[in-house]
């Protein structure tokens, strides 16, 4: 069935160092991938987005990577901050006639002084 | 803010009732999706409607049912509540042209409790 997946369901890092969260998806059709962040009590907001005809895209301190070959996603923090604590989500598209996104079960980053 | 309205935000009821969730899309969004989050779960998508019409569907129960009006928002209609009914459940809307993908903005969730 249709899965997107995260290895470990939570992360702590120390403030100031690099974060890396990952996701592995189990539909090689889908073609469009997006991180979201959802913070205790609020909506989930777009972090940074990619699509399958790249493999790395670069934001504000933040670098999504995509390796189509292993079905792998992962998602950099750089210099990561108290305020990046938060459940982060990917999720992949398949495309066609509809553009609904199917969400891993997310990974909560902790960051730590 | 994301532009996507949802009310109301907390709601709490009891067993075998019926609720009514509303959303109000960004302006000129024609997609409207549902997705429920139970405690610490991901969000599982349940339905999307496309300028008033169902475009997609999953998980979602018999006794959940929703429609998108022509004014565009949207209804998340939920009877026979059940205690496994607790959840967030988010709203979000996107542009939804055919085959174009992108982000979707989500509104804050309306938290359910069934007791």
């Known amino acids: 069935g249709e899965s997107v997946g995260l290895h470990l369901p939570t992360l702590s890092v120390q403030e100031g160092d690099n974060s890396i969260i990952n996701c592995a998806y189990s539909?090689?059709?889908?073609?469009?991938f997006i991180w979201y962040k959802q913070e205790s009590g609020k909506g989930p907001q777009f972090i940074i987005d990619i699509r399958s005809n790249m493999d790395k895209r670069q934001g504000q301190r933040v670098t999504v990577l995509l390796n189509k070959t292993v079905k792998h996603l992962s998602l950099q923090i750089a210099a990561t901050q108290p305020g990046d604590s938060a459940v982060y989500f990917c999720?992949?598209?398949?495309?066609?006639?509809?553009?609904?996104?199917?969400f891993g079960t997310g990974t909560r980053l902790q960051v730590f002084p | 803010d994301s532009g996507v309205t949802q009310t109301p935000k907390h709601l709490i009821t009891a067993t075998g009732q019926r609720v009514t969730l509303r959303c109000s899309p960004r302006?000129?969004?024609?997609?409207v999706y549902w997705y429920q989050q139970s405690l610490d779960q991901g969000l599982q998508f349940l339905i999307q409607y496309y300028n008033g019409e169902e475009r997609a569907k999953g998980n979602i129960l018999e006794r959940f049912s929703a429609q998108q009006f022509p004014d565009l928002h949207s209804e998340l209609n939920l009877s026979s509540l059940e205690l496994g009914d607790s959840a967030l459940y988010f709203c979000?809307?996107?542009?939804?042209?055919?085959?174009?993908?992108?982000?979707?903005?989500f509104g804050e969730g309306s938290r359910l409790t069934v007791l």
């Open positions: 302006s000129g969004d024609l997609s």
């Open positions: 999720a992949e598209n398949k495309g066609g006639n509809t553009d609904k996104l199917i």
């Open positions: 539909n090689s059709a889908s073609d469009y």
């Open positions: 979000a809307s996107s542009v939804g042209r055919r085959g174009a993908t992108g982000e979707l903005f």
